[in-house]
């Protein structure tokens, strides 16, 4: 069983930067990989970015390409946010997949945590 914890979350000013962490533990495959959702008030949730978690590769919804990056640093993944916007406020949380990033893309995750809130102000 994966658990994840995010933390990071607070109010900023638009244009400011958050980073938010996922501590991860449990069981991690070849084939593991995390990523990170975001909701909201009155949205469903959407996809912001996902990585492998030995490789290379990663994906974001184009409204954070170039304004967000998701990485690791051992157990904890990251995602480094800069030039936020009044209409990234939400809940961001951290998801993990033990069989691969299309699931993970796809909002199938078998693992969740429990949010952190995100508020920018205008």
């Known amino acids: 069983q994966v658990q994840l914890v995010e933390s990071g979350g607070g109010l900023v000013q638009a244009g400011g930067s958050l980073r938010l962490a996922c501590a991860a533990s449990g069981p991690i495959s070849s084939t593991t990989a995390v990523g990170w959702f975001r909701q909201a008030p009155g949205k469903e949730r959407e996809f912001v970015a996902a990585m492998s978690w030995f490789g290379h590769t990663s994906e974001y919804v184009d409204g954070v390409k170039g304004r967000f990056t998701i990485s690791r640093d051992k157990s904890t993944v990251s995602l480094q946010m800069n030039s936020l916007k009044p209409e990234d406020t939400a809940v961001y949380y951290c998801?993990?997949?033990?069989?691969?990033?299309?699931?993970?893309?796809?909002?199938?995750?078998?693992?969740w945590g429990q949010g952190t809130k995100v508020t920018v102000a205008s």
């Open positions: 998801a993990a997949e033990s069989s691969g990033m299309e699931r993970v893309v796809a909002g199938k995750s078998s693992y």
